[in-house]
C-alpha cells in the first residue's frame, strides 16, 4: 500500500485500525490514550498496581474473578465507595501489589488489538521521553520498526455509515511529545505530528484543558485528572505488556 508509511521507521497511525496494521507489520507500538487510560496506567505503574487491559466489549468483571483481581468501575461509581477508577489520581500508594481489570473503548481496545508483537508500550505526556528512550533501546534489539497509536475518542450515536473515531488533540500532542524523542527516519505524518507538539509546548496545559475532551472531564468534575494528565515528563515509569498485564519496562 502506498499509504501504509512503509518507507519509514517511525510512524504514527490513528486508533482501532491503526493499532491492528501496525501489530501486523510486527512493529514496536506505543499506545496513546492522554485521557485518560494511558496516563491511568502509568500513574497505577506508579504506585505498583498491576494493571490487565481489557476490551470494554468483554466481560471483564468475570476475567477479573478468574485472576483474583478486582474489576475498576467507572468514575462515578468508582468515586462513591473508594476505589481506584479510569481516574489516574485515584491510584495511591496503598493499591501497590494489588490486581485490577482496566477496560475502556479505546486505549484498552488499542492494546487487546496490538498485543500480539515484538513490544507493546504505554506512552502519553506524563512520560514521554521515558517511553521514547524505552522504545529507541527496543529498537536496536529488535531492529523492528516504531509506530506511535494516538487512540482518539469514540463519537457518540454516530450512525451506521460514519467512522466512529474522533481523532483527539491530546493524544496527538502526546504523541508528538513522544516522537520528539524517538530516532530513527520518521515518516511526514509522524513529522507534522511532531512539529505540532513543539509548537504547542509552551502552551500544552492550555490546550488540554480547553480541547473538548478536557472540557467533558471537567464538566463531569474531574479538573484533577485533566491536569494530572497535562504534565510532562514526570514518571520514568514505562508500561510494557507482558502476555496480560503491564510490568515496568527497566
Same mark, same amino acid.
Given at each position: 500500500?502506498?499509504?501504509?508509511?512503509?518507507?519509514?521507521?517511525?510512524?504514527?497511525?490513528?486508533?482501532?485500525?491503526?493499532?491492528?496494521?501496525?501489530?501486523?507489520?510486527?512493529?514496536?507500538?506505543?499506545?496513546?490514550?492522554?485521557?485518560?487510560?494511558?496516563? @491511568? #496506567? !502509568?500513574?497505577?505503574?506508579?504506585?505498583?498496581?498491576?494493571?490487565?487491559? $481489557?476490551?470494554? *466489549? +468483554?466481560?471483564?468483571?468475570?476475567?477479573?474473578?478468574?485472576?483474583?483481581?478486582?474489576?475498576?468501575?467507572?468514575?462515578?461509581?468508582?468515586?462513591?465507595?473508594?476505589?481506584?477508577?479510569?481516574?489516574?489520581?485515584?491510584?495511591?500508594?496503598?493499591?501497590?501489589?494489588?490486581?485490577?481489570?482496566?477496560?475502556?473503548?479505546?486505549?484498552?481496545?488499542?492494546?487487546?488489538?496490538?498485543?500480539?508483537?515484538?513490544?507493546?508500550?504505554?506512552?502519553?505526556l506524563l512520560n514521554a521521553k521515558s517511553v521514547a528512550a524505552a522504545a529507541n533501546q527496543l529498537r536496536k534489539q529488535t531492529k523492528a520498526?516504531? @509506530? #506511535? !497509536?494516538?487512540?482518539?475518542?469514540?463519537?457518540?450515536?454516530?450512525?451506521? $455509515?460514519?467512522? *466512529? +473515531?474522533?481523532?483527539?488533540?491530546?493524544?496527538?500532542?502526546?504523541?508528538?511529545?513522544?516522537?520528539?524523542?524517538?530516532?530513527?527516519?520518521?515518516?511526514?505524518?509522524?513529522?507534522?505530528?511532531?512539529?505540532?507538539?513543539?509548537?504547542?509546548?509552551?502552551?500544552?496545559?492550555?490546550?488540554?484543558?480547553?480541547?473538548?475532551?478536557?472540557?467533558?472531564?471537567?464538566?463531569?468534575?474531574?479538573?484533577?485528572?485533566?491536569n494530572h494528565c497535562s504534565r510532562l515528563n514526570v514518571y520514568p515509569t514505562v508500561p510494557l505488556l507482558n502476555k496480560d498485564h503491564f510490568?515496568?519496562?527497566?
Open positions: 500500500m502506498f499509504f501504509d508509511q512503509s518507507p519509514y521507521e517511525c510512524r504514527v497511525e490513528w486508533g482501532r485500525r491503526g493499532a491492528r496494521e501496525a501489530a501486523e507489520r510486527g512493529d514496536i507500538i506505543i499506545i496513546v490514550d492522554v485521557l485518560s487510560f494511558s496516563s @491511568t #496506567v !502509568i500513574t497505577a505503574l506508579r504506585y505498583g498496581a498491576i494493571i490487565y487491559p $481489557y476490551p470494554r *466489549t +468483554l466481560d471483564g468483571k468475570k476475567f477479573a474473578e478468574k485472576i483474583g483481581g478486582e474489576f475498576i468501575l467507572g468514575r462515578a461509581e468508582a468515586a462513591q465507595i473508594g476505589a481506584p477508577t479510569l481516574s489516574p489520581v485515584s491510584f495511591g500508594q496503598n493499591h501497590n501489589n494489588k490486581k485490577y481489570v482496566l477496560t475502556s473503548l479505546n486505549g484498552a481496545y488499542c492494546t487487546w488489538i496490538a498485543s500480539q508483537v515484538p513490544a507493546l508500550l504505554i506512552g502519553s520498526n516504531i @509506530t #506511535v !497509536i494516538p487512540c482518539g475518542e469514540q463519537w457518540e450515536g454516530s450512525r451506521e $455509515y460514519e467512522d *466512529t +473515531l474522533r481523532p483527539a488533540i491530546e493524544d496527538y500532542l502526546g504523541a508528538g511529545a513522544i516522537l520528539s524523542y524517538i530516532e530513527g527516519k520518521k515518516s511526514p505524518e509522524a513529522e507534522f505530528c511532531m512539529t505540532s507538539f513543539l509548537h504547542s509546548k509552551d502552551k500544552l496545559n492550555n490546550f488540554i484543558w480547553d480541547c473538548g475532551s478536557g472540557r467533558e472531564l471537567r464538566k463531569r468534575g474531574y479538573e484533577a485528572d485533566v510490568i515496568e519496562y527497566v
